[in-house]
């Protein structure tokens, strides 16, 4: 019967089984073309970040888990499971990336635009769009809502 810390070991597992496969498909787009030296040196970075994340993540699990019995394993495989997690939330994930390349092209701009100049195009389309309004749409209003955090969450704009 598995111990409970071996649970942080399964959750490493299962984020290095879903980093590499983008990794390697970021080395791919970049050797047909479809993505820019940048953007792929982006991708891999935030791939490994996810990577030694996970690996901490697992070995402090691992460690403290076998180290304090099972009371310890739990508070292991907690610490492991969130350190691994933090690791793959922080990453620039290549979905992340094409997230925001969706919402850039939603508000008609570029990466270079100024972030004033995007905030008063939502400001904008809100008005526009939104559901309080006799003439607004409830979808249209959370679509560009979203597009919104996620330029607000992922993107360089100053």
Not at 14 to 39: D, K
Request: charged share 20%.
């Amino acid at each position: 019967m598995p111990h409970i810390h071996d649970a942080s070991w399964h959750v490493a597992l299962v984020n290095v089984l879903s980093v590499i496969p983008s990794m390697l498909v970021s080395i791919g787009r970049y050797a047909m073309g479809t993505m820019t030296r940048e953007e792929c040196k982006r991708n891999l970075l935030a791939g490994a970040g996810n990577l030694a994340f996970t690996g901490v993540g697992a070995f402090a699990g691992g460690f403290i888990g076998s180290f304090f019995g099972p009371a310890g394993a739990a508070l292991g495989g907690a610490i492991g499971a969130g350190l691994a997690s933090v690791g793959y939330k922080q990453s620039g994930s290549e979905d992340n990336l094409a997230k925001l390349k969706r919402a850039y092209e939603y508000f008609g701009v570029d990466e270079s635009t100024p972030m004033n100049i995007i905030e008063a195009k939502f400001r904008y389309l809100s008005r526009a769009h939104h559901p309080d309004k006799p003439w607004g749409n409830e979808e249209k209003y959370k679509e560009l809502e979203s597009h919104m955090q996620v330029i607000r969450r992922y993107g360089k704009n100053k």
